[in-house]
Structure formats: C-alpha cells, structure tokens
C-alpha cells in the first residue's frame, strides 16, 4: 500500500529555522516526483515545489524559489521542506503528495497520493 | 495568485448535476491536461480526476472531466451529501510549474 506520512505539528516563533518530512512506503521511492503544497487557514492549495529523490533534480514555484529549500534522503525514502528564517505568514499547513508522469504525445502528471498534511504555526 | 479560474462556490440539491468551471491559458490547461481533486473538510485533497476525464480506481462515475481548449470542467451527476467539500482544477504550464485551480466549494442543499 503506498503511503507518504508525514511529520507532526510544528509550533515555531519568528525567525526559527523548521524541517518537516514526508516518508514514502509501499513503492520505489526513487521512481517518482515528490511535491509540496501549501494551504494557508481557509485558502486554497498553491504548489511550491517539486524534488525527485533519485537524483535531487529540484523545481520551486516563482512564489516560493528562495523562500524554502527541498530536500530528500533516497536511503530512508523521506522528504524534506525547511525553512531557515520562519514568518508568520509561513502558517499554514503543507503536504506532500506523489507525482505521477506518464510520457505521450501530451504528458500526463498528476498527483496520486498525499500524505496527511503537516500543520505549521508561526506565533510570538 | 492562481492563473486558473473556478468559481467561488456552486450547490445543488441531492441528485442534481453539478457542474464546475476551470479557466487557464495557452500556456497551462491549452497544452496540458488537468486534474482535479476533492478536498473534505479537514483532510488532504484526493485525486478525483486525472488527464482530463480519467477517474482513479474508486472512484464512483457520477464524476466526470472534460477539456475544450482553455478550459475544463468536472461535472457531479446524482450529487449527493458526502460530496460537499472543496473542489481544485490543477494543470502544469509550459514551464513544468505546477498550478492549482482557485477553488469551488461545492454545497448539497
């Protein structure tokens, strides 16, 4: 059964710094993009990145290049999104998800599987 | 800021036809194909619709996708309770950057 489970909840001040995970089971890790997705409190999905554990290779959304970093670990099959200088408006909560990539004369991608999401708090 | 377009909301009443609009460009739904996902309230959003009108396994028929050039829709037939909850469209652009709809949130009257 494929899963991706995340961290737990995350309570942080301004300016901390902040890693969450996102473990994969049940399939090859090392075979599938792995992306992350923000959802502030009572807004909509904004995705923010994409990582292949195989290699590293990275993509960030224009919104989110140099706000956070994508990370991943192939040898515990666990991703990462950190942040080194929390605000408050990086409350919010975050989930990874699968991606899938089907090659053809149009490229089919799309997310299959999420984990539960991580929820971020950034109070003083 | 989302470039693809939903309306804020839609209703029906139990066993009506639903149907939701995704808005993008040449450059995202024009030249790639979209899915959508049915967020509950409190969870993480499902895989509802991939590549157009393709329903994952479980999922029950009375959902369905389409794709007319810059745009798209998903349409809910027999609605019934358990299907109110947030609807997103989601497509890539030419860049390979990864876009989400704004959001419908669909009410059962």
């Known amino acids: 059964e494929v899963q991706l489970v995340q961290s737990g909840t995350e309570v942080k001040k301004p300016g901390e710094s902040l890693k969450i995970s996102c473990k994969g089971s049940?399939?090859?890790?090392?075979?599938?993009?792995i992306g992350w997705v923000r959802q502030m409190p009572g807004k909509g999905l904004e995705w923010m990145g994409i990582i292949h554990p195989r290699d590293s290779d990275t993509r960030y959304s224009p919104s989110f290049q140099g706000q956070v970093t994508l990370s991943a670990d192939k040898s515990i099959s666990t991703a990462y999104l950190q942040w080194s200088s929390l605000k408050a408006s990086d409350t919010a909560m975050y989930y990874c998800?699968?991606?899938?990539?089907?090659?053809?004369?149009?490229?089919?991608?799309?997310?299959?599987?999420w984990g539960q999401g991580t929820l971020v708090t950034v109070s003083s | 800021q989302s470039v693809l377009t939903q309306p804020p909301s839609a209703s029906g009443t139990p066993g009506q036809r639903v149907t939701i609009s995704c808005s993008g460009s040449s450059s995202n739904i024009g030249s790639n194909t979209v899915n959508w996902y049915q967020q509950l309230p409190g969870t993480a959003p499902k895989l509802l619709i991939y590549?157009?009108?393709q329903r994952p396994s479980g999922v029950p028929d009375r959902f369905s996708g389409s794709k007319s050039g810059t745009s798209a829709s998903l349409a809910i037939s027999g609605l019934q309770s358990e299907d109110e909850a947030d609807y997103y469209c989601a497509a890539w652009d030419d860049s390979l950057n990864g876009l989400f709809g704004t959001g419908t949130k669909v009410t059962v009257l």
């Open positions: 049940g399939y090859s890790f090392t075979s599938y993009w």
């Open positions: 590549s157009n009108n």
């Open positions: 998800a699968r991606r899938i990539t089907i090659f053809g004369v149009v490229t089919q991608r799309y997310f299959d599987y």
